[in-house]
């Protein structure tokens, strides 16, 4: 059975967006578990798909938080 776990930033994906809608969970669940059902052959009720959303200040690029990175521009 397919474990599949995403972690996305939680900024959301738009101006003001501050988290990825439910609608962009949902449609992220339907696209894995599809790809997987095409690729593999694994079944859509066998496979499990969590969402982690990760905080700003709990990653960072360039060996630096990212909203350090993001200011050197």
């Known amino acids: 059975m397919p ?10 994906t ?3 967006a501050s988290a990825t809608t439910p ?19 694994k079944p859509l009720a066998s496979t499990f798909v969590v969402i982690e959303e990760v905080a700003l200040e709990n990653w960072g690029v360039g060996g ?6 993001r200011a050197r521009g």
């Open 3 to 12: 474990y599949v776990n995403i972690q996305v930033t939680r900024e959301g």
């Open 14 to 16: 738009s101006p003001g």
């Open 23 to 41: 609608e962009q969970k949902r449609a992220l669940i339907q696209g894995v578990s599809q790809l997987l059902l095409d690729v593999v052959g």
């Open 64 to 69: 630096l938080p990212v909203d350090e990175f």
